[in-house]
C-alpha cells in the first residue's frame, strides 16, 4: 500500500464523515484498485448523497469497470445537483461519442470546457469529435437535448409507467434504487419545488440505515417504515431487494390508508419491475 493512501486510509478511519473519502478513492482509482474504489464512494454517498463530485467520482469508477449504463446515470445525479459539473459532463461526453451521438457529444464537452478552457483532455477530445462530424456530414448547429434536460424527459415517461393510475403519481410516489437513482414517481416540496432526485439521493443511505438497525436488533429484513409529522406522513416500504418506495401524504390521511396506498403502489412497482426483466 502505498504511503498516501495508508495515510488518508487512517484519517477516513479515525473519522468517518471526513471528505478525505474522494482523493482516496480516486487514488484507489488510478492505480485499478477499482472494488476497493468502489466500496470507499459508496460509503462517502451513503453520507454525502447531494454530493456531485461524488457521483462524477463513482461515475468514472463504473466507466473503468465497463459499466456504462450505470455510469450514465451517476453522472446524470451528479448534473441533476450542479448543471455545470465539468467532470459530468466529461463523462457523459465520451459515453456519447462511443455510441456515436456526435452532437450530443459536441454539446457536453463544449459544457466542459466553458468551466475549464484549459483543459487540454477536453480540447482534444472535442476536436476528434467535430473531426468525426465532419466526416459524417453531421450538424453540430442545433445539438438534441441531452443531461439534465435528457435526464428529467426520460423521468416524465418513467412516472407514467411505473405509477399509472395512482393516486400521487406525479406528486406523492417515489421509487428509488439501491443507489438512490430515481426510478419513478415525483415529489415537489410545499413550495411547488422538484425536490424528487435530492430525496432519492437521500432514501438509499436511509435504506442502508434501516437495513442495519433492523439485523443489529436481530428483527430480520426490515418491511415498512412509517413517519408522522405535523405536516405530513411518510410510508416507506421496500417492494424488491433492490428498491424502497416512499409515500408521502397530508398528516389528515390516516396511517391505515397510507400503508393500504403503499402497498398498491408496491404492486405496480414489482410489476413493472418485472416488466423489464
Not at 484519517?11 to 484507489?28: G, H, I, R, W, Y
Not at 440505515?209 to 418491511?223: C, I, N, P, Q, V
Amino acid at each position: 500500500m502505498s504511503e498516501d493512501i495508508r495515510v488518508m486510509t487512517a484519517q477516513l478511519a479515525a473519522d468517518p464523515t471526513s471528505l478525505v473519502f474522494l482523493p482516496l478513492a480516486e487514488a484507489l482509482r488510478q492505480r485499478k484498485r477499482l472494488d476497493a474504489a468502489r466500496k470507499v464512494v459508496l460509503a462517502g454517498l451513503s453520507r454525502y448523497p447531494e454530493l456531485a463530485d461524488a457521483h462524477n467520482l463513482y461515475g468514472r469508477i463504473l466507466g473503468d469497470h465497463g459499466d456504462f449504463e450505470q455510469a450514465f446515470d451517476e453522472w446524470g445525479i451528479a448534473l441533476r445537483l450542479d448543471p455545470d459539473h465539468a467532470g459530468a459532463h466529461k463523462g457523459i461526453g465520451f459515453l456519447y461519442f462511443v455510441a456515436g451521438k456526435l452532437d450530443q457529444a459536441l454539446e457536453h464537452l463544449q459544457a466542459a470546457q466553458a468551466t475549464f478552457p484549459d483543459d487540454e483532455g477536453v480540447a482534444a477530445a472535442m476536436a476528434r469529435v467535430r473531426e468525426a462530424l465532419e466526416l459524417d456530414g453531421s450538424d453540430a448547429a442545433e445539438p438534441s437535448p441531452t443531461g439534465p434536460a435528457r435526464v428529467e424527459e426520460e423521468a416524465e415517461d418513467i412516472t407514467e409507467q411505473v405509477f399509472a393510475g395512482l393516486e400521487g403519481a406525479e406528486n406523492g410516489l417515489l421509487l428509488v434504487d439501491q443507489h438512490g437513482q430515481r426510478l419513478g414517481g415525483g415529489l415537489l416540496s410545499p413550495a411547488g419545488q422538484d425536490v424528487a432526485d435530492r430525496v432519492a439521493a437521500h432514501l438509499a443511505g436511509v435504506s442502508r440505515e434501516a437495513t442495519r438497525a433492523a439485523r443489529l436488533l436481530e428483527m430480520g429484513d426490515w418491511e415498512t417504515v412509517t413517519v408522522e409529522s405535523g405536516d405530513g406522513n411518510l410510508h416507506l416500504a421496500s417492494p424488491t431487494a433492490d428498491t424502497v418506495l416512499l409515500v408521502v401524504r397530508q398528516s389528515a390521511i390516516p396511517l391505515g390508508r397510507l400503508a393500504a396506498l403503499s402497498e398498491r403502489a408496491a404492486n405496480a412497482a414489482r410489476a413493472w419491475l418485472e416488466s423489464l426483466t
